[in-house]
């Protein structure tokens, strides 16, 4: 048992430090970043270096996580996680009417022409007190094709999740994103029929992704779209990219974020719709996270053998970022569970309240699995 390792991150949270410890879609290693002082860094500018939290709100700050101490546990033992009888369920009907009204309202904006498509999400609520640790384990269990993570600054909060969406990598001037979106249920079928709704909020996503890069990337390619699993929920998928002109980072996040996967079209009217109808902060659920700007070193040698000096380093820089899915806040006794959907004008509300219950699943079943 890795003890040592989470033992560390255990003192950082006691001694109320930040810290993010995470583990990458498919990787093995888990990484934790842990800042040596209670200071809250915001980003002024993406040639920074450290570990972003971004809000959804891109008016709003971006925390930035100084690299002081960064720890690489390379073989996390999988556990068996040992499943409660508990079951949570949500009972409230006064949020099921509300996000009922939220989605019908969404659907009038559409059919009178002011969007094609948004995103609407809500906040569940539960009381709780479950060490974070353990959930971020279990996380790790139940999650490995996921970007999963657990972030705590004292002056921020205690976030935890399990994402399947990548905002944007770039290596060197290589940019990659995805366009996510469409939700069916996953049941043993890898590739199932999709309806067209999905297939069209998907495609918006698709369309939106390659306006926003056109004259920052070159190049730009899509891969055929496809079924990916997250959990126990499928959601469709085209991989986009491209080289980027210069070094315009900040250029293509801003142009991204938020995507119509979890905004809408057009943007920021869109926004503006949910800033004022959804009724609570999303906070930094639909914002983004992960590395920027990470360099990596590598010995090359691939000169003839038997010369000397052979051996030369090339040097790397690697952002990674995730959008911020299938998550929850924690507080002392609380946690928040967030989830939402995209609308468009074929939407049902009733089928679009059940795929925000079916997603909610993805956090329910690491707090079942620990409680
Ligand atoms: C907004 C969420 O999911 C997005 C990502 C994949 C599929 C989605 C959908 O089918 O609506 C959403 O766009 C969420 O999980 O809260």
Redesign the pocket.
């Known amino acids: 048992m890795p003890l040592d390792f989470f033992e560390k991150i255990e003192s950082h949270l006691e001694n109320k430090l930040p810290f993010v410890v995470y583990r990458k879609p498919n990787e093995q290693a888990v990484t934790a970043i842990c800042q040596q002082d209670d200071e809250l860094h915001y980003l002024s500018d993406y040639t920074e270096t450290g570990f972003v939290f971004a809000p959804f709100d891109s008016s709003s700050t971006t925390v930035l996580l100084k690299l002081d101490q960064v720890l690489r546990f390379t073989d996390f033992e999988d556990e068996e996680i040992v499943k409660s009888e508990s079951n949570r369920e949500e009972t409230c009907t006064k949020q099921k009417a509300f996000h009922l009204d939220l989605v019908k309202k969404g659907i009038a904006e559409i059919n009178v022409g002011n969007f094609d498509k948004v ?1 609407l ?1 809500r906040r569940i609520q539960l009381n709780m007190k479950t060490p974070p640790l353990a959930l971020f384990r279990s996380l790790l269990h139940e999650y490995k094709t996921a970007f999963c993570y657990l972030w705590y600054h004292p002056k921020v909060g205690l976030w935890l999740g399990a994402t ?2 990548i905002l944007l990598t770039m290596r060197n001037r290589k940019i990659t994103t995805m366009s ?4 069916q249920n996953y049941n043993n079928e890898e590739n199932p029929e999709w309806g067209n709704k ?1 297939l069209e ?2 495609q918006l ?1 698709t369309e939106y992704i390659f306006n926003a890069l056109e004259g920052k990337v070159s190049d730009l390619e899509r891969t055929p779209t496809e079924s990916v699993r ?1 959990g126990s929920l499928l ?1 469709l998928r085209t991989k986009i990219s491209g080289n980027s002109k210069q070094e315009n980072l900040g250029e293509v996040i801003r142009a991204l974020h938020p995507t ?3 905004c809408g079209m057009p943007k920021e009217k869109t926004k503006a719709f949910i800033l004022t109808n959804e009724n609570y902060d999303r906070e930094f ?2 914002g983004f996270l992960g590395e920027l700007n990470f360099k990596t070193e590598r010995n090359r040698n691939n000169r003839p053998r038997n010369t000397e000096n052979n051996v030369y380093r090339s040097i790397s820089k690697n952002t990674t970022l995730f ?1 911020n ?2 998550c929850m806040q924690m507080n002392e006794d609380k946690v928040s569970i ?5 609308i468009t004008k074929d939407s049902n509300p009733e089928k679009e309240w059940v ?2 219950v079916a ?1 909610s699943k ?1 956090m329910l079943k690491v707090i079942k699995a620990v409680e």
């Open positions: 995103v999400s399947p969406e996510l979106a469409g939700t999905e909020e998907q996503v997250a959601h119509p996967a979890v659920y639909t959008v899915l299938r967030y989830v939402g959907g995209g795929e925000t997603k993805t």
